[in-house]
DNA sequence: TTCATATATTCGATTTTTCATATATCCTGC
DNA sequence: GCAGGATATATGAAAAATCGAATATATGAA
């Protein structure tokens, strides 16, 4: 994972809020993303689309959703610095939490249902 | 110190490289930079300013020389974000650290001459 | 099969960023 | 003050990133 590369990630206001979602909930899809940060589905899915080619981020297929949540194989460091990034500045995704959490009929994970 | 003008800084090679560098030897000239990272003197001396602008880099003059530093005001996450980026990727500044240790009459700090 | 929903991609226009050259400013020694 | 070297800035051209709109694909249900 080259640096100047992850940064260059992480300079955009739609992928490093949705990043640090992703990294705080540990899994989202897109139509999650669109309304959590209030931009068009294709915006969305275009940073997305992103972060995956920059392996940022793994996807899985279930049903209709794809969910998107921080690849696996991320370098220790590369994990450290969005952790590090979300603790010190918990303001910045604070109105992106509360409209997920204010969203209706979030799509159901397998293995979350009663 | 928003979260996306902060990444936007070290979204570049060559302010990346100046930034790590000048973090991990506590404090650089211009001069010392181009030799560093063979680069032209427009080029650092106009990433630096930028640097500067951000307010991530603070800068002292001695004499004909410029010493640019990390900025003592920096945020807690932001410094532990460059730290965390250097302990993970030693191999990227390794050459620009070489070329440094090689280069001839590198410029005097006050209170290191004997 | 057909429809509805969710996601992905392409295209063209706009904005932003980057760079090289040239010019200006500042400092020091004489 | 003046000359010469070191550093800073301005300008315009080239390259890259971003965006909205339109379009395409995939899945599930009827």
């Known amino acids: 994972m080259n ?3 992850f940064f260059k990630c992480l300079a955009d206001e739609t992928r490093l ?3 640090l979602l992703i990294a705080h909930e540990g899994e989202l899809c897109v139509c999650e993303l669109m ?3 209030d931009q068009s589905q294709p915006k969305i899915s275009r940073h997305l689309a992103q972060l995956r080619q920059c392996e ?3 996807d ?3 049903g209709q959703w794809v969910f998107y949540r921080l690849n ?3 370098p220790e460091w590369a994990r450290l610095v969005m952790e590090t990034t979300l ?3 918990p303001e910045f995704i604070a109105d ?3 409209a997920l959490a204010q969203m209706q009929s979030r799509p159901v994970r397998d293995g979350h249902c009663c």
């Open 3 to 5: 640096p100047v590369a």
């Open 17 to 19: 809020r949705s990043l």
């Open 35 to 37: 309304e959590a940060l």
């Open 56 to 58: 940022l981020l793994s």
């Open 60 to 62: 899985r297929r279930q």
């Open 72 to 74: 696996p194989a991320l």
């Open 87 to 89: 603790t010190g500045n």
């Open 96 to 98: 992106n939490k509360r």
